[in-house]
């Protein structure tokens, strides 16, 4: 490997690195995202259980909650995105949130894939890199 080749082996050492990194981040927060829907389905699961009228604490994250009356506890609104909120049965609320956590970790499963064969590669190039600096 002449000195162009090791530079430009160097330069994708780097970018390959930055992916990773980035891919780093992304799991992250989709691991986040993962942790907040269920967060999510487990305070309409135990909203469910409640009678109308009943005293409830509903946690609103940062370890804080609001005391609510529970005015039906079988209807849920739920986000669609865009800004668009609708109203539906606890059970279909609850279901949305299963199809959204199954999308999520799909798009994890995916970017660890991604993620294992950008380290592949890097893990290869290293060699190289090693191998031309030692002359063999």
Request: no cysteine.
């Amino acid at each position: 490997m002449d000195e162009t080749e090791l530079q430009e082996s160097i330069r994708t050492l780097e970018f390959y690195r930055a992916q990773m990194e980035n891919y780093d981040q992304q799991f992250g927060f989709l691991g986040a995202q993962v942790k907040e829907h269920n967060s999510a389905k487990e305070t309409m699961t135990g909203y469910k259980e409640l009678k109308e009228g009943s005293i409830t604490l509903i946690p609103i994250g940062a370890g804080s909650f609001l005391f609510a009356k529970v005015a039906d506890p079988n209807k849920a609104m739920v986000g669609m995105g865009a800004n668009v909120v609708i109203e539906t049965d606890m059970d279909d609320a609850t279901a949305k949130l299963d199809d959204r956590i199954k999308e999520i970790e799909e798009g994890m499963k995916s970017l660890s894939e991604k993620y294992q064969e950008i380290a592949d590669k890097a893990a290869e190039l290293t060699a190289k890199i090693q191998n031309a600096y030692e002359g063999k």
